[in-house]
């Protein structure tokens, strides 16, 4: 009855984030209760040495973007298999020494100009271990720092070639997960977005003074470095959604179901897939 039209790729949402934040985790959660089961038994929290993309779907109580003004009871819907939204989920390892190769292959992949090799990427999702800030500077020092590079490599895309989002008057989506809220130590989601904030002000202000300390000195090449935002102010991520339409979103949850006997629990998540279901 239907006649199969080339479908567009679906929508990639990548996930990044220093080890054991809880990517593998969280993508292990929404699998199991998506629509499409794996062939493969479900991912292991190892330490992630690998990139793997999976296609997912949404559960069909989440509300998505483009058909927001649809009631749920809606009877023309077709049925919850049918409506079901798919997307594709890239888990990465977050382990340090495999973090240039992820910066890279975000870089190429965004930076295609010709619309056939446009990007399936719509969106970021950083994952944080909100549990683990408590514990002593370097840790958020290490998560800042990534987030760092990856916001710089999203500027210099906006810099070079005009816009990020694939949606019209939309700025590119990044959600910050600050996971393992389910620990009592856990940092609530205000805190972390706080803290991330006044981190990154304080490497864009070293990364500015070894630049201008560099630049005083004849021999040095200026080529490609850049410091993230504008001069001047504090930096915050709202500033940023001005910079370069870059919007990020600090959002709690848990990626791990606790009750295992009762079987898989996704209500950690639930906030996470509703943003994900805003951005499809
Ligand atoms: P890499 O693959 O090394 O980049 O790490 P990752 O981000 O994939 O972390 P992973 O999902 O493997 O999780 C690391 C550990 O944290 C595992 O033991 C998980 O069970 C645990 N974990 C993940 N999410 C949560 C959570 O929300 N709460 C708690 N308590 N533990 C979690
Ligand atoms: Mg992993």
């Given at each position: 009855?239907?006649r199969k039209?080339?479908?567009?790729?679906?929508?990639?949402?990548?996930?990044?984030g220093?080890s054991g934040?809880?990517?593998?985790?969280?993508?292990?959660?929404v699998e199991?209760s998506s629509?499409?089961?794996a062939?493969?038994?479900?991912?292991?929290?190892?330490?992630?040495?690998?990139s793997?993309?999976?296609t997912?779907?949404l559960?069909?109580s989440?509300?998505?973007?483009?058909n927001?003004y649809?009631?749920?009871?809606?009877?023309?819907l077709?049925?919850?298999k049918?409506n079901?939204?798919k997307?594709?989920?890239?888990?990465?390892p977050g382990h340090?020494?495999?973090?240039?190769?992820q910066l890279?292959?975000?870089?190429?992949?965004?930076?295609?100009?010709?619309?056939?090799e446009?990007?399936?990427?719509?969106?970021i999702?950083?994952?944080v271990?909100?549990?683990?800030l408590v514990?002593?500077?370097e840790n958020l020092?290490?998560y800042?720092?990534?987030?760092?590079?990856?916001?710089l490599?999203?500027?210099?895309?906006?810099?070079?070639?005009?816009?990020?989002?694939?949606?019209?008057?939309?700025?590119?989506?990044?959600?910050?997960?600050?996971?393992?809220?389910?620990?009592f130590?856990?940092l609530?989601?205000?805190s972390?977005k706080?803290?991330l904030?006044?981190?990154?002000d304080?490497?864009?202000?070293?990364r500015?003074?070894?630049?201008?300390d560099?630049?005083?000195?004849?021999?040095?090449?200026?080529?490609g470095e850049?410091?993230l935002?504008?001069d001047?102010?504090?930096f915050?991520?709202h500033?940023?959604?001005?910079?370069?339409?870059?919007?990020?979103?600090v959002?709690g949850?848990?990626?791990k179901?606790e009750?295992e006997k009762?079987g898989?629990s996704?209500t950690g998540?639930?906030?996470w897939?509703e943003?994900i279901?805003?951005?499809?």
């Amino acid at each position: 009855i239907y006649r199969k039209a080339a479908s567009p790729p679906l929508s990639t949402f990548v996930l990044l984030g220093p080890s054991g934040a809880g990517k593998t985790a969280f993508l292990s959660l929404v699998e199991s209760s998506s629509l499409y089961k794996a062939k493969t038994p479900s991912h292991s929290t190892h330490t992630s040495q690998t990139s793997t993309s999976t296609t997912v779907t949404l559960p069909p109580s989440v509300p998505i973007f483009s058909n927001r003004y649809r009631s749920v009871n809606d009877p023309s819907l077709p049925d919850a298999k049918r409506n079901a939204v798919k997307y594709v989920l890239r888990d990465t390892p977050g382990h340090g020494k495999l973090r240039s190769a992820q910066l890279t292959q975000l870089q190429t992949e965004l930076s295609s100009k010709s619309k056939k090799e446009a990007s399936s990427i719509c969106g970021i999702i950083f994952f944080v271990d909100a549990a683990s800030l408590v514990e002593g500077a370097e840790n958020l020092r290490d998560y800042a720092g990534y987030l760092y590079d990856i916001l710089l490599v999203l500027q210099k895309i906006v810099l070079s070639k005009g816009k990020l989002s694939k949606k019209a008057g939309t700025n590119f989506p990044i959600l910050v997960a600050a996971n393992k809220q389910d620990l009592f130590t856990a940092l609530p989601p205000g805190s972390v977005k706080q803290k991330l904030e006044s981190e990154i002000d304080r490497i864009r202000q070293t990364r500015q003074k070894g630049l201008l300390d560099a630049s005083a000195n004849p021999e040095h090449d200026e080529d490609g470095e850049e410091v993230l935002g504008g001069d001047g102010d504090k930096f915050t991520f709202h500033g940023l959604e001005d910079d370069i339409g870059v919007k990020v979103d600090v959002v709690g949850g848990f990626a791990k179901a606790e009750n295992e006997k009762d079987g898989v629990s996704a209500t950690g998540i639930r906030k996470w897939e509703e943003w994900i279901g805003s951005c499809l």
